[in-house]
């Protein structure tokens, strides 16, 4: 499933840079995630990189509204980074 930022961000600016999938921006008045765009960095790392920079514990959670298996998740970033060879 893709991850959600919670109100308990603090807009520390950390985990927007490490997205390897470019889908973290900043939202309304804090950061949010693209649905359409995470990938729970399935096909980059082992594990989701914005939980692991965030420096506030639970603040990226997984979205219950937006759960994905792991085969979902490998198409959506087949999709974001190979659709051109295709
Ligand atoms: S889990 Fe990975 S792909 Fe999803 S928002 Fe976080 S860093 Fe980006
Ligand atoms: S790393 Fe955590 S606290 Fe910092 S901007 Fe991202 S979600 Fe917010």
Same mark, same amino acid.
């Given at each position: ?13 950390? !985990?927007?840079?490490? %997205? /390897? ?6 939202? =309304?008045?804090?950061? $949010?995630? +693209? ?14 990189? !914005?939980?692991?920079? %965030? /420096? ?6 997984? =979205?219950?509204?937006? $759960?994905? +298996? ?17």
């Amino acid at each position: 499933m893709a991850l959600l930022i919670t109100k308990k961000c603090i807009n520390c600016d950390m !985990c927007e840079p490490e %997205c /390897p999938n470019e889908a973290i921006s900043m939202g =309304d008045s804090i950061y $949010q995630i +693209n649905t359409d765009r995470c990938t729970e960095c399935v096909g980059h790392y082992e594990t989701p990189t !914005c939980q692991k920079v %965030c /420096p506030i514990p639970n603040t990226i959670i997984s =979205d219950p509204a937006h $759960q994905e +298996n792991e085969e979902q998740l490998w198409d959506k970033f087949v999709q974001l980074h190979h659709a051109h060879k295709l």
